[in-house]
Nanobody, 117 residues
Framework: QVQLVESGGGLVQPGGSLRLSCAAS????????MGWYRQAPGKQRELVAI???????NYADSVKGRFTISRDNAKNTVYLQMNSLKHEDTAVYYC???????????WGKGTLVTVSS
């Protein structure tokens, strides 16, 4: 399993932008699909976006056109660029590494994003 550490969360006004980063302790090789999930207060954790080693991406409908996920395989880092943020984007954002060979998930501890005026 890889160790994941998220950074970049914080307080931002509606309409603003943030960029989250997720640094992996080891190589995020082609066996890993990387993703960002979020959990708002009182709600279940939900998928935000995923990216394959070949940079094929998929997004939740709620963030399409506003968020962009990317990965730098050489730096073992995954990013989430969040634009046009809304109040409802407020949540703890978690980085995930899904090992397709072993069927195992690794999670970071999360970073809090608060969208408020």
């Amino acid at each position: 399993q890889v160790q994941l550490v998220e950074s970049g969360g914080g307080l931002v006004q509606p309409g603003g932008s943030l960029r989250l980063s997720c640094a992996a302790s080891g190589s995020i090789s082609s066996r890993y699909v990387m993703g960002w999930y979020r959990q708002a207060p009182g709600k279940q954790r939900e998928l935000v976006a995923i990216v394959t080693y070949e940079s094929v991406t998929n997004y939740a409908d709620s963030v399409k056109g506003r968020f962009t996920i990317s990965r730098d395989n050489a730096k073992n880092t995954v990013y989430l660029q969040m634009n046009s943020l809304k109040h409802e984007d407020t949540a703890v954002y978690y980085c995930n590494a899904k090992d397709q060979w072993r069927g195992m998930d690794s999670w970071g501890k999360g970073t809090l994003v608060t969208v408020s005026s």
